[in-house]
């Protein structure tokens, strides 16, 4: 059987971690969620066990979807009738979309056209659909030229623990709670006979979540409905025998438990909420709950201990100012938990917060060592995690940097440029853009935000400065941008940009294997912004890559000197009919196949290849019908001919058309700042200079940042 568990954005990893740990097979992380394949036992144990997932699916077909008889046609070949049961209702969940097939009610609605006309053919007798309680649900999702159709075994979502009676204001959804304590690391702290405290516990969902988590109990156990239980094939022996041995489990890890949960709020509603819920967790041997302000949280005793919170964050300015002394407060009272005289291994409390704004999470003066990117709900959100410990925080408020007049003009302009760019960054979705491009000349340095880290490149200072100037500079920009942004300087990554005239862009410059994964239109993609000279997604690139998935449905698409593959992923997405990535380096193709595999795409039609792009182009038959070429400004290789772009661009773009299918296009960008097209020798092609509508509003600054040329046949 083949599963897939969906998730909220960003628990993708935490949840294939967790299914691995409850002995799940061939799994991977896919889209919002993870596949895994197993038997009905370990499906009905995902639903039981799982804190992150939000729904399990059971995959029933996989087909061709470009267009609605594609849909209708691969939807009426499931057999639908060894699913639901005669007399049984149903109902149809859609989601996703592509060109053709853009409203998700109308995708519904042809896949139940399929299913009633199957069963009415199979069975003589015409299903009814009951959309609010069905016997049986079925989910579709549709991406580019895929569809997918499961039975949904879930119902009611899996965050629906059964606990909740009561919720406060803004509740926090149960699989988050799940994952920030996860990411706190609390299973660890609670391990040692560690607390749990919540200064704002709101309806106390931390609180619970929390013991659960330690004691091992399933946290769905005490949950009497699910979505398969009219489905024919459940076997109700079979998930009587689990929820016994997950009774068991739970009885076991509560006798034994050592951890103990505290919270408090100041809103008695809130108080009285949290012990209502607890009550009907029945936890009340394990939780206890106070009316408390934050300004007065205790200093419980115990070496070691997790206190983690939801504060409240206004998402409009004047609730924004009011909140700044309510998470001073919190950094006020948590440093009580601080043991000045414990050595720096010795076993410590650790303080974790969730906000939506990171000015808030510098109020509260302590020095993060982690920040990881949440959604609760719609709004986009941060952990930040703290080390409670003498050594960890007194680096934070030590030595600091004297910053001259200047210097004060630097964060002057970051800040507006934030305030600029926040807009329409929120608006789209944006989380990788450059902030700040050399604006200053005493600051000459690009800032690129990468989610939760941040990518300096120091542009090489003329001879004219003096180093010491140019290092304090460096020094003073570095302090800002964290300061500004509230990011640990481990966060921060810091080269110097050379001039580049034989400079491979494969140079590596470190080996830490910093990875870590960003989101760009709907779309995931691996980068390090520590050892390579460049990162592994150009920024710049962005509407290029958006340029290419609007172009790509149903053609074969070449991408060469692919690089990491990033343009042949929005490819893949846009409903490419197959797509071809060249790159002369093995590290970067194996990035390239990571990133494929982080999106779903991994088919036969995806194909990476290694090898020089001159000599493959003059190998190769196959023809195109959108090649993308974005080569290096030099390149130098023991494997190849050296590379110069203005001097090979002629013959380079003549080998690309001798690869284009008829009626196809060319997007030819390249990033030297000289560079001129050889328009004479290519008369013989239409050519259109597109590099306008290909530079983003974040680069907005330097128009030549590169140069992009969209060529066909006249």
Known sequence: MDFFATCARGLEE???????????????????????????????????????????????SEFNAETAEDLYEGAGAIQFEDHLAPGGTFAVYAHGGNRELTHSQ???????????????????????????????????????????????????????????????????????????????????????????VDPFCGSGTLLIEAIWMAADVAPLLGRSRFGFEHWPNHDAALWQQIQEAAAEQARNGLRNLKARAFGFDRDPEAVASAQHNVRHANLNGFIQISKQDIAHLPRLPGQTGLILSNPPYGERLSEHEALMPVYRRFG????????????????????????????????????????????NGAIDCALYTFELTAQAQAAYVAKPVVL???????????????????????????????????????????????????????????????????????????????????VPREAISVKTRRSRTRESQYEKQDNSDRFMVVEEGGLKFRVNLFDY?????????????????????????????????????????????STTSVDLSRTYLEWASENFELNGFDGAEHRLVQGDVMSWLAAETAKYDLIYVDPPTFSNSKRAEDFDVQRDHVALLESCFNRLASGGKILFSNNNRRFKLDLEALAPFDIQDITAKTIPFDFARDGRIHHCFELGRK
């Open 332 to 375: 006020d009272r948590t440093r009580f938990y601080i043991d000045a005289e414990a050595p720096a291994d010795a076993p410590h409390w650790r303080a974790a917060l969730i906000t939506s704004d990171p000015a808030l999470a510098k109020a509260t003066e302590l020095r993060y060592d982690k920040r990881y990117a949440f959604l």
């Open 106 to 196: 109308f995708i519904g609605l042809k896949v139940k056209d399929a299913l009633v006309d199957r069963l009415r053919q199979k069975t003589g007798s015409r299903p009814t659909v009951d959309v609010e309680h069905p016997h049986v649900a079925f989910d579709v999702l549709v991406r580019g030229d895929k569809a997918v159709v499961s039975l949904d075994l879930t119902g009611a979502p899996l965050n629906q623990r059964g606990y909740r009676r009561l919720a406060g204001e803004a509740p926090l959804r149960e699989t988050l709670a799940a994952a920030l304590l996860l990411r706190a690391g609390w299973p660890e702290l609670a391990a040692q006979g560690g607390s749990f």
């Open 533 to 577: 000279l460049d990162t592994g997604l150009f920024l710049d690139h962005r509407p290029l890559r958006a340029l290419v998935r609007e172009r790509a449905r149903g053609k074969r698409f070449l991408n060469l000197f692919c690089y990491t593959a990033s343009v042949s992923i929005y490819a893949a997405d846009g409903g490419a009919l």
């Open 404 to 486: 001259s007049e200047a210097a004060e003009g630097f964060r002057n302009r970051l800040r507006k440029n934030l305030k600029r760019l926040a807009p329409r960054l929120k608006r789209e979705g944006i989380t990788c853009y450059r902030l700040y491009d050399a604006d200053l000349p005493d600051y000459s340095a690009a800032v690129d935000i990468y989610g939760p880290a941040v990518h300096i490149q120091e542009y090489e200072a003329p001879k004219t400065i003096e180093p010491q100037t140019a290092q304090r500079r460096l020094k003073e920009l570095t302090t800002i941008v964290a300061e500004e942004l509230a």
């Open 14 to 60: 935490l949840l294939r971690t967790e299914l691995v740990s409850l002995g799940m097979s061939d799994i991977k992380a896919s889209g919002s969620g993870v596949r895994f394949r197993g038997n009905l036992a370990q499906g009905y144990r995902a639903m039981l066990h799982s804190r992150l997932a939000s729904r399990v699916l059971l995959t029933l």
